[in-house]
């Protein structure tokens, strides 16, 4: 959910920070868009090839350390050059952090009760995006497109955090089940 509170505003406000942050023409806002796709094509790709086991905490929750850092580094600086490489990572963020965490929550959902837990957190998803644009937009309008940025930023390194430190407990309360000398 916090990712989510993230995803909305920022996604759907990187017009507004083209035009008041970073003083792009229209056409580049089509620049951002093109990394964003470039990063997002090469992220399962490169996934794919170079890791044997995407569905390690790494590779689930990483993405959300990547994505968050980009909008900060996006909230902070204005060169262009720095912008799409920035994008660029967030796209291959993205994109690969959605391919991983399908497939953790695939494996780890018995088949029966796959299509309930996939539609809940659609609906999840879906209603913190639709909260996020929301206080998005009045925040950008209110305190500036920085602050959004920041925010999120905040949220996703947050969300990072709370899901690392979840898999780590949950790791070792496996441990502690399953190895005899730990008991």
Do not use: C, E, K
Not at 11 to 39: E, F, K, N, Q, W
Not at 52 to 75: I, N, Q
Request: proline fraction near 4%; glycine fraction near 12%.
């Amino acid at each position: 959910m916090l990712a989510a509170l993230s995803a909305g505003a920022t996604s759907a406000l990187l017009v507004v920070l083209a035009r008041d942050h970073l003083t792009l023409a229209p056409s580049g806002y089509g620049l951002l868009l093109g990394a964003i796709g470039v990063g997002a094509v090469l992220g399962p790709f490169l996934l794919t090839r170079l890791v044997s086991d995407p569905r390690r905490p790494v590779f689930v929750f990483g993405p959300y350390v990547l994505r968050g850092l980009v909008d900060l580094v996006l909230a902070t600086f204005t060169a262009l050059p720095l912008t799409l490489v920035s994008l660029a990572v967030y796209g291959m963020g993205t994109s690969s952090g959605a391919v991983t965490f399908n497939s953790l929550l695939q494996t780890h959902t018995p088949a029966d009760a796959r299509g309930r837990i996939f539609a809940s957190f659609d609906v999840f998803w879906q209603l913190g995006r639709l909260i996020s644009l929301l206080v998005g937009g009045l925040l950008a309008a209110a305190i500036g497109i920085q602050a959004v940025y920041y925010l999120g930023g905040a949220l996703l390194l947050l969300a990072a955090t709370i899901g690392w430190h979840g898999a780590r407990a949950a790791g070792a309360t496996s441990n502690d089940v399953t190895d005899p000398d730990n008991g």
